[in-house]
């Protein structure tokens, strides 16, 4: 199916125009080929756990490279699209649409799009790559474990036999909504921060508690609807950066995705051109490069016009007509000393988040310490076995990295890994690169898969295909989806005597390469 985008113009936007015809160019020269009608396609055939924006995007990887896919949802077709389809209407894409380009035929129409483009993109890709008959709805997956033959087994026989599996369950599941005490007692409403759509909120005053993501949802929400005051309850400091696609990019160019000797540059400069008079909002302690910054430009404009207002505090408990806090000083941490007030209003939103969905289907060998999630290699296959690909559920932190180009690359280096036995590693080096990459990011302050940066998974990819010369054949098509070494994997099949089809009798988890 044809992208539904609108077309800019070229003499009022040329910006837009030409950011739209780049688009065009990626989809015809990067994008698979969806199967046609009767098209069949072949082994290795790969388990996706999930139909949000990471499973769909991988499976149409799978099905444009000719590989056989299931994806099991554990809710209905309304879920196709993932936390898209359950945030609010007035809820929009945080980053710039350009670090969110989860597959090559994604055509934006503006730089910031709202959850209906999204959740439309994410269909419409569905649709294209035939992946309505491939998906199994309300079908929650429990467990997936190997027969003899070393084939995946996702909760019964019944569903198949795979040769690969794709977690994309992702980082958000059920609402956070905790209770607190008072509760109860508030005369006003009480909502998520997901759950505002259709709610009443003009003219009347707002306590955000919380200052994440969830908080930027609920910021845009209170826009939309005008209301009179906001209150933004922060328990831990944040970083605050602006809607601004070159800074954005900027500061996912950091390779060693940690905070370094030259950090103060950037948390310096963003102190004095977008904090200004607002300084004192900015972390005391906390580095730019230990969690993911809250990106919002219109927060700073609220809170300078008095709209808003950002405060610092414990929540203490809930009264009649609103929020009991103990306000804090800078510096001064989370359950430390401060003043008792009373922060009064109409509507309370909790902006605390979502629960991560469980990873406990995986087979108990995963979850071995050291080697964890996140301590995984790449921070997605664990070490046991190189033919799981946990891809953006694994993730706690960073800045750009969270659905753009790695989708692919991930996907493809799964497939990879199935397809041509010398490429796929075994369990010791898989460690290895684990045990070297807590030593790089050993000074650190946060755990070394705990943040990184996109330049930083970029340089992950990069030293994954190149350390090893038998994955060199493999790059284009790792990183572009171009020009699929079959011809040179079938030479080397005959010259190892077969070793590839004995390897597929053992099954495709068992890694004896570096």
């Not at 408990?317 to 401060?338: C, H, L, Q, S």
């Not at 890994?417 to 460690?431: E, I």
Request: aromatic share 12%; glycine share 8%.
């Amino acid at each position: 199916m044809a992208s539904r985008s609108k077309v800019a113009s070229p003499v009022f936007h040329p910006f837009l125009f030409l950011y739209q015809l780049i688009q065009w160019l990626a989809d015809i020269i990067l994008s698979p080929t969806p199967p046609g009608p009767g098209t069949s396609v072949g082994r290795p055939k790969v388990a996706i756990i999930g139909a949000g924006i990471t499973g769909v995007s991988s499976a149409a990887h799978c099905i444009g490279h000719g590989f056989d896919v299931v994806i099991f949802e554990a809710g209905s077709k309304e879920n196709v699209g993932g936390i898209w389809t359950k945030v609010n209407n007035t809820s929009s894409l945080q980053i710039h649409s350009l670090m969110y380009r989860f597959h090559p035929s994604v055509k934006w129409e503006r730089g910031y799009p709202d959850r209906q483009q999204i959740v439309s993109q994410v269909q419409q890709l569905w649709e294209r790559y035939g992946l309505d008959t491939r998906t199994k709805f309300n079908t929650k997956v429990n467990r997936v474990y190997q027969d003899e033959k070393g084939r995946w087994i996702v909760n019964s026989a019944d569903n198949g036999k795979f040769d690969g599996i794709i977690a994309a369950v992702g980082t958000c599941g059920e609402p956070k909504m905790p209770k607190i005490q008072g509760m109860d007692n508030f005369q006003g409403r009480i909502y998520h921060s997901s759950d505002l759509t259709g709610k009443d909120a003009k003219g009347k005053t707002m306590i955000i508690i919380g200052g994440g993501a969830s908080a930027v949802e609920a910021l845009e929400f209170a826009s939309e609807e005008e209301t009179s005051k906001i209150y933004i309850l922060a328990r831990s400091e944040k970083w605050i950066i602006p809607r601004n696609p070159l800074l954005n990019v900027l500061l996912s160019f950091n390779v060693f995705g940690q905070e370094t000797i030259l950090s103060w540059i950037p948390e310096l400069l963003l102190k004095k051109f977008f904090y200004r008079d607002l300084e004192d909002l900015a972390p005391a302690e906390k580095g730019l490069f230990t969690d993911t910054p809250m990106v919002n430009s219109d927060v700073m404009d609220k809170i300078r016009s008095g709209k808003a207002e950002w405060i610092r505090c414990d929540i203490e408990g809930f009264t009649d007509k609103g929020v009991t806090i103990n306000r804090r000083a800078k510096g001064v941490p989370a359950g430390g000393p401060g003043r008792k007030d009373v922060i009064e209003g109409d509507i309370v939103v909790m902006a605390t988040g979502y629960k991560r969905p469980e990873l406990s289907f995986l087979p108990g060998d995963c979850s071995i310490e050291p080697y964890s999630a996140p301590n995984w290699y790449l921070q997605t296959f664990p070490p046991t076995h190189p033919s799981i690909s946990c891809i953006n559920c694994t993730y706690m932190a960073g800045i750009g990295a969270v659905a753009n180009w790695h989708i692919g690359i991930y996907t493809r280096i799964l497939l990879m890994f199935l397809v041509d036995p010398l490429t796929r590693p075994s369990p010791f080096w898989m460690r290895r690169w684990i045990d070297m990459t807590r030593l790089l990011k050993h000074f650190s302050p946060v755990g070394p898969f705990d943040f990184f940066t996109y330049t930083e998974l970029v340089w992950w990819f990069v030293f994954c295909v190149s350390f090893n010369p038998f994955r060199w054949k493999w790059a284009l098509w790792v990183f572009f989806g171009l020009l699929r070494p079959d011809s040179i994997v079938k030479a080397e099949d005959a010259i190892r005597n077969g070793l590839s089809a004995n390897q597929e009798e053992g099954g495709r988890d068992v890694g004896t390469s570096i």
